[in-house]
């Protein structure tokens, strides 16, 4: 992974009064004083809850989780709160969240996917975190060897938005198979797109299936697409170009699908 925090150190702008400031650690906001208005360290973060992302197009509030999956008080933070209608409205809220998987995920990602450790979601209906380690994904019910994963479709409403995870040899019954249930299904959020992209690439060559839409306005969920994955994410350490052939494709395949929606373009930094 080679994003443009390995660039810029930090990056940020200022907008609606504040200056947001952003690196691979955390986010600062400040007001035009130097008031701090929001300060995280990604280190005491699981998630970011983004209000609104894959159902509107402007002012989405982002909320901090910790490591126990509890919000983390008084730091929330709205961005792109400026209307653009005739784009995707994303270039601030993309920045944190591309900040955010760089933390996360490395700068050895994709190479990395047999060693990763980490929190990706969590049920708060069944009370249960998923999480990948020792190459397994697992609810601490289910456990999917990542090898095994041969497919991953996304299923968006707008609203609850999931990654249904398939893997090889999967029994379901015809009901199952009708109403598109599957071994396990994780929320789309920032770490569970590019980690799965990565892992079912790596397995099949072909990446996540987004050929569902939200039945509403949407034919297919390649909006998602332009709101969760860059095709940094699939550089080699560094910047060097991709060294897997399967990485190759999927930084090809991203770029065309993003359609000038990475953080290069959105903040014209050719």
């Known amino acids: 992974m080679y994003t443009i925090f390995d660039k810029l150190k930090p990056f940020s702008w200022e907008a609606n009064g504040r200056k947001i400031t952003i690196d691979k650690d955390g986010m600062l906001a400040t007001d ?94 069944k009370k249960r975190e998923i999480r990948i380690k020792n190459e397994v994904i697992s609810d601490g019910k289910q456990e999917i060897p990542i090898d095994k994963i041969d497919k991953v479709v996304c299923r968006a409403t707008g609203t609850i938005n999931k990654l249904a995870i398939h893997v090889e040899g999967e029994k379901l019954s015809f009901f199952q198979k009708l109403f598109g249930a599957s071994n396990l299904a994780v929320t789309v959020n920032a ?59 999927a930084f090809r395949d991203i770029a065309v699908m993003t359609d000038g929606y990475d953080l290069v373009h959105l903040w014209n930094l050719k």
């Open 191 to 249: 770490l569970t797109v590019p980690l799965l992209e990565a892992i079912v690439r790596r397995n099949t060559g072909h990446g996540i299936d987004w050929s569902q839409g939200n039945q509403w306005d949407q034919s297919n969920s390649l909006y998602i697409v332009k709101r969760y994955l860059d095709p940094a994410y699939f550089f080699d350490q560094g910047g060097a170009d991709p060294s897997e052939s399967w990485q190759d494709q």
């Open 32 to 125: 035009n004083s130097g008031k701090v208005l929001s300060q995280v360290k990604f280190d005491e973060v699981n998630e970011l809850f983004i209000g609104g992302y894959l159902n509107s197009n402007q002012s989405y509030g982002v909320i901090f989780r910790d490591r126990n999956w509890k919000n983390i008080k008084d730091q929330d933070i709205t961005l792109d709160q400026d209307s653009h209608d005739d784009m995707h409205n994303i270039r601030e809220t993309k920045t944190l969240i591309e900040a955010f998987v760089a933390h996360k995920l490395g700068d050895q990602f994709p190479h990395n996917l047999d060693s990763l450790d980490l929190g990706l979601d969590y049920s708060f209906m």
